[in-house]
């Protein structure tokens, strides 16, 4: 069973970086599409960037598009979002999901029936 576990979140200066991770501890993300998502308090969490399991398809929302990449590497079992120049709007708890694996990025990003879920790892973004 997928276990989802994200690090990297952190307090961080705009226009500066960080790197996310989500990993598995239960089993591979092989087979996973991976999605990463964004809450900040009083809103409905929101897609930002999703991965398909194996053709290397990406959605990103528009807000990160240019700034945030996504991507996998299986051999570390671990999914990573690259969030650079960042806003203070970017700011928010970060959690990434697990879903099937036909699932489409796009589709992904923008559904609210997502089943597994990691903690979410905090992202501050402040001078």
């Known amino acids: 069973q997928v276990q989802l576990v994200e690090s990297g979140g952190g307090v961080v200066q705009p226009g500066g970086s960080l790197r996310l991770s989500c990993t598995s501890s239960g089993s591979t993300l092989e087979r996973n599409a991976i999605g990463w998502f964004r809450q900040v308090t009083g809103k409905e969490r929101e897609g930002v960037a999703c991965?398909?399991?194996?053709?290397?398809?990406?959605y990103y929302a528009d807000s990160v598009k240019g700034r945030f990449t996504v991507s996998r590497d299986n051999a570390e079992n671990t999914v990573y979002l690259q969030m650079n120049s960042l806003k203070p709007e970017d700011a928010g708890v970060y959690y990434c999901?697990?879903?099937?694996?036909?699932?489409?990025?796009?589709?992904?990003?923008?559904?609210?029936?997502?089943?597994?879920w990691g903690q979410g790892t905090p992202v501050t973004v402040s001078s």
């Open positions: 991965i398909s399991a194996t053709d290397g398809y990406l």
């Open positions: 999901a697990a879903d099937g694996f036909y699932s489409s990025p796009k589709p992904m990003c923008h559904s609210k029936s997502l089943q597994v």
